[in-house]
């Protein structure tokens, strides 16, 4: 059984710092494509960051770029988020998710990932 455990997030002032992790069991994600979307109240979920687990390869949203790193540790099967400079605006429930990197040709498409994290609420005060 495939599982995806969410750790981090919470409140934090903006401008402050936060580091999300997603823990992935069940199978080995060599050839899977981790990604991060966040979902605001009222808004639709979006394309935060990627990583294709093989070759190493990230994908930023325009919104984070240059803030978020999307990074990965092999030997914890664990993909991490780390987030700085927050703003108001980064407010949502952050969720991550796993998929088969032959089907994620568009990583920023959430309905080609197959597995999710339970998602967790990052809140920025301003």
């Known amino acids: 059984q495939v599982q995806l455990v969410q750790s981090g997030g919470g409140l934090v002032q903006a401008g402050g710092s936060l580091r999300l992790s997603c823990a992935a069991s069940g199978r080995t994600f060599s050839n899977y494509v981790m990604g991060w979307f966040r979902q605001a109240p009222g808004k639709e979920r979006e394309f935060v960051a990627a990583?294709?687990?093989?070759?190493?390869?990230?994908f930023y949203a325009d919104s984070v770029k240059g803030r978020f790193t999307i990074s990965r540790d092999n030997a914890k099967n664990t993909v991490y988020l780390q987030m700085i400079s927050l703003k108001a605006e980064d407010t949502a429930v952050y969720s991550c998710a796993a998929g088969w990197s032959a089907k994620v040709v568009r990583t920023t498409d959430p309905n080609l990932y197959d597995y999710w994290g339970q998602g967790t609420q990052v809140t920025v005060s301003s």
């Open positions: 990583n294709r687990w093989s070759g190493g390869s990230t």
